[in-house]
């Protein structure tokens, strides 16, 4: 059975920063990609950033360019997203996902296949 817990989300004032982790388990895909989407008020789900397992490419959305780093502790099977300058229009609940197919994840064609339950980030101006 597939597992995806996150963790770190909570409260910050704008321009600070936060990490989020996301621990997978429960599967033995060759190639897959791990990723965080967020979902805020009245809005529709989006993508936000993700990593291959296998090469270490990552997508961007360009909302977070620059501001949102992701990397990967393979032997743990976490993920990690250090937020950093944080809006208050990255208030969102983030979710952590695997994506089955890397190569399309990390062209920004983002679709999760197992889903973590997500985890509140809330930026106050």
């Known amino acids: 059975e597939v597992q995806v817990v996150e963790s770190g989300g909570g409260l910050v004032q704008a321009g600070g920063s936060l990490r989020l982790s996301c621990a997978a388990s429960?599967?033995?895909?060759?190639?897959?990609?791990i990723g965080w989407f967020r979902q805020a008020p009245g809005k529709e789900r989006e993508g936000v950033s993700c990593?291959?397992?296998?090469?270490?490419?990552?997508y961007y959305a360009d909302s977070v360019k620059g501001r949102f780093t992701i990397s990967s502790d393979n032997a743990k099977n976490t993920v990690y997203l250090q937020m950093n300058s944080l809006k208050p229009e990255d208030t969102a609940v983030y979710y952590c996902?695997?994506?089955?197919?890397?190569?399309?994840?990390?062209?920004?064609?983002?679709?999760?296949?197992?889903w973590g339950q997500g985890t509140q980030v809330t930026v106050s101006s």
């Open positions: 429960g599967f033995t895909f060759d190639d897959y990609a």
């Open positions: 990593i291959s397992s296998s090469d270490g490419s990552t």
């Open positions: 996902a695997v994506m089955i197919d890397a190569t399309i994840a990390t062209m920004g064609f983002m679709r999760g296949d197992y």
